[in-house]
Nanobody, 123 residues
Framework: QVRLVESGGGEVQPGGSLTLSCGASGFTFSTYGMSWYRQAPGKERELVAGISGPLGITRKYADSVKGRFTISRDNAKNTVYLQMNALKPEETAVYFC???????????????WGQGTQVTVSS
């Protein structure tokens, strides 16, 4: 059974940093592309970043986060991370991870969503 558990969210001031973690189980993590999405109140869920498997050679970022966010993975720990720097109030959202077995669309959601982790950027 596929399971994704996000953690690391919290409240941070504008310009601050957070690192999110997503622990995965129920599938062969190293062979899957992994991704982070976010959903703000009243808005659709959107792709934040994706990383290909197994070595993470290819990465994709939303234009709005390029240069500030970094996605990475640790296959030994079945975990994907999202390092977020210079956070903005408009990035307040619930952040989710997901997985894809397809190389061509490694950043697309293909498994059930976890509960997400809340990130609040506020002064």
């Amino acid at each position: 059974q596929v399971r994704l558990v996000e953690s690391g969210g919290g409240e941070v001031q504008p310009g601050g940093s957070l690192t999110l973690s997503c622990g995965a189980s129920g599938f062969t993590f190293s062979t899957y592309g992994m991704s982070w999405y976010r959903q703000a109140p009243g808005k659709e869920r959107e792709l934040v970043a994706g990383i290909s498997g197994p070595l993470g050679i290819t990465r994709k970022y939303a234009d709005s986060v390029k240069g500030r966010f970094t996605i990475s993975r640790d296959n030994a720990k079945n975990t994907v991370y999202l390092q977020m720097n210079a956070l903005k109030p408009e990035e307040t959202a619930v952040y989710f991870c997901n997985a894809s077995p397809r190389d061509s669309t490694y950043y697309a959601p293909n498994v059930n969503w976890g509960q997400g982790t809340q990130v609040t950027v506020s002064s």
